[in-house]
């Protein structure tokens, strides 16, 4: 519907997997971000991409590593996770960094047992 | 793309009233601040946003107020209807990020 899309919708995942979320965007937009909502907390931002290139990463731990191989794709890669990783992992997108208005994906509900 | 287990503050109003959501800020030198909702299972969705030089714009059913001197921040939705329901966050734009509050529960009784 918002024109971000992101897969799986749910994960479940053992804290020695590794598992990679994936966020898609037809848009046109050259700037995207992976946001972290969790039960306790505001939406906090992780990355930051500007035409592909990394331009924020908000002190996110290591085992999260995000990967933009073009403008309309955006991986985060997850590895040897804490059960307090567990949270709604969204993706947005935005014609240009620096937008107030952001597209959001329906994010991906991450537990990790 | 629901806020589940976040101990929201709740309003609840009767379809047609007027609903005002309220934010407090912290960031005087945010350059705009912004409105967004996310309903239960979706993720955040723009509404509206004003320049910290203003104080007051006006969308379609939706008023956005901004008093800079108390920090304080306010969305109205005129005619609430079954289909405002959601989370409204709001947030501010400091340094290009966008800075997200807490949220607020509507709920509309029909």
């Known amino acids: 519907e918002t024109g971000v899309t992101q897969t799986p919708r749910h994960l479940v995942m053992g804290m020695t997997n590794k598992k990679s979320l994936k966020c898609e965007q037809h848009?046109?937009?050259?700037?995207m971000y992976w946001y972290k909502q969790s039960a306790k907390k505001p939406l906090e931002l992780m990355f930051v991409?500007?035409?592909?290139?990394?331009?924020e990463n908000n002190s996110v731990p290591s085992r999260f590593s995000p990967e933009c191989p073009n403008s309309s794709h955006l991986f985060l890669h997850l590895h040897t996770l804490q059960p307090e990783d567990s949270a709604l992992y969204l993706c947005?997108?935005?014609?240009?960094?620096?937008?107030?208005?952001?597209?959001f994906g329906q994010g991906t509900r991450l537990t990790v047992v | 793309g629901e806020s589940v287990g976040l101990h929201l503050p709740t309003l609840s109003v009767q379809e047609g009233d007027n609903s005002i959501i309220n934010c407090a800020y912290s960031?005087?030198?945010?350059?705009?601040f912004i409105w967004y909702k996310q309903e239960s299972g979706k993720g955040p969705q723009f509404i509206i946003d004003?320049?910290?030089?203003?104080d007051k714009r006006q969308g379609q059913r939706v008023t956005v107020l901004l008093n800079k001197t108390v920090k304080h921040l306010s969305l109205q939705i005129a005619a609430t209807q079954p289909g405002d329901s959601a989370v409204y966050f709001c947030?501010?734009?400091?340094?290009?990020?966008?800075?997200f509050g807490k949220g607020t529960k509507l709920s509309v009784k029909p």
């Open positions: 947005a997108s935005s014609r240009r960094t620096r937008e107030t208005e952001a597209f």
């Open positions: 848009l046109g937009h050259n700037a």
């Open positions: 991409y500007s035409l592909e290139e990394r331009v």
């Open positions: 960031n005087s030198a945010s350059d705009y």
């Open positions: 004003i320049r910290s030089n203003m």
């Open positions: 947030a501010e734009a400091a340094q290009g990020n966008l800075i």
